[in-house]
């Protein structure tokens, strides 16, 4: 799991994949579609979604000449799921600190 995170935390750290990837949430595009959307040159585009590709989160197919990009969404559950494990025990331990206070503000109020 942790090789996974990596890639992807990796892939997603650049503007432009997370832009690639909002522009992917709508559904299956096309490689010079996609492109329209960027001012970088198909050489960079091709970059950014070899990256997401290592990384999982899409997946190319070639149909006809043209490839169709898509996103692959298993990857970002993945990613949904450690962040909720982060998200819960941080709130756990702020929950313990607020016990804590509590606590203490009792003790000097007594």
């Not at 650049?14 to 490689?31: K, V």
């Amino acid at each position: 799991m942790t090789a996974t995170l990596d890639a992807m935390f990796s892939a997603l750290s650049s503007g432009p994949r997370r832009e690639i990837i909002s522009h992917l949430t709508a559904g299956a595009i096309t490689t010079p579609e996609l492109g329209a959307h960027f001012a970088f040159s198909k050489q960079a585009l091709n970059r950014h979604l070899v990256a997401l590709e290592d990384a999982g989160l899409v997946r190319r197919e070639l149909i006809g000449r043209v490839h169709v990009v898509r996103l692959e969404p298993a990857p970002l559950t993945e990613l949904t799921e450690w962040a909720d494990t982060v998200r819960t025990a941080w709130n756990t331990n702020l929950d313990r600190l607020g016990d804590v206070l509590a606590e203490l503000e009792e003790e000097e109020s007594s």
